[in-house]
DNA sequence: CTAACTAAACCTA
DNA sequence: TAGGTTTAGTTAG
């Protein structure tokens, strides 16, 4: 597992990721030093992979194109922010909901239910909500993009004032 | 295995 | 619109 911090306008970000791709993308802290707080209590309780190991650490990530493109996106640029995902720590339904997620382009907006029927489990928006909530590689795997169906936040780990920010920052105001 | 959680949505009044 | 009911998956015991 590798790791750094990374600069944007909007503060230091911590990151980890494998040869398979990204494992965990933290928001913006303050200072170096709270971005690499921050990124021990997400390793700590990361979950034991459920599918196979990755050959090889050590490829996967170009982080200076990674930082140029977080610092691009928080200065109001339309991103892809398409790097790799490491899926392997997450549950089988919990990788089909965020892949569903990570499809969702900069600037739209899905509601819980909508991912549900997509992955094939019609009614299980709640769960779609956990699902969601697991998710520890933000803004590439845009998880504030996903709200409620009659238009209103839903919730965010960090803080709905960060959901709303990055929203925001997307022309997108609720 | 059950129970108790969710970042939801629906139905009814 | 408010309030109760239904829903699917995960996790703790």
Redesign the pocket.
Known sequence: MEKAVIETPAGFTGVCWTGAGLVVLNLPAPTVDEAELELRPVLDRL?SRTSGGVAGEGGGIDVKRLESEISQYFRGRRVDLSFPVDWSYF????RKVLEKVYAVPWGQVV???RIAVEVG?P????????A??S?RVLLVVP??R?I??DGTL????SGLDWKRRLLRIEGIDI
């Open positions: 979950p549950t089988e339904f919990r509601s819980y239910g489990s009614g299980g928006a709640r769960a779609v909500g956990g969601v909530g998710n998880c504030h996903v409620a169906h839903g919730g965010f780990g």
